[in-house]
């Protein structure tokens, strides 16, 4: 499966974007779908987490949980990454990842297919 990120741009503190993850080659139903983020000099960090199918189970990083969302549009192949609230702290590359595991995955190593990224920028 490729994965296609979108979405990304430069916003003021305060405001709020909407990523975009469109799949192409596999139905993206099938895939536990992650987003990271990567700012210069840090390691790769897990944002948010959407289970196969429904979608009914997520997860999210402790300093995101209150003003991100994932979902997912299977009809569309595309997961989705509303980011409100945002701060300076929140400027960085996004990248979504599939895996065709059944758990919900919070940590990068066992995504099997990543995108390109997107970037974000937050200004004060």
């Known amino acids: 499966v490729q994965l296609q990120a979108s979405g990304g741009g430069l916003v003021q503190a305060g405001g709020s974007l909407r990523l975009s993850c469109v799949a192409s080659g596999r139905a993206l139903g099938s895939y536990v779908m992650g987003w990271f983020r990567q700012a210069p000099g840090k390691e790769r960090e897990f944002v948010a987490a959407i289970s196969r199918w429904s979608g009914a189970r997520t997860s999210y990083a402790d300093s995101m949980k209150d003003r991100f969302t994932i979902s997912r549009d299977n009809a569309k192949n595309t997961v989705y990454l509303q980011m409100n609230s945002l701060k300076p702290e929140d400027t960085a590359v996004y990248y979504c990842?599939?895996?065709?595991?059944?758990?919900?995955?919070?940590?990068?190593?066992?995504?099997?297919?990543w995108g390109q990224g997107t970037q974000v920028t937050v200004s004060r």
């Open positions: 990842a599939a895996d065709q595991a059944i758990a919900v995955l919070d940590t990068a190593a066992p995504y099997d297919y």
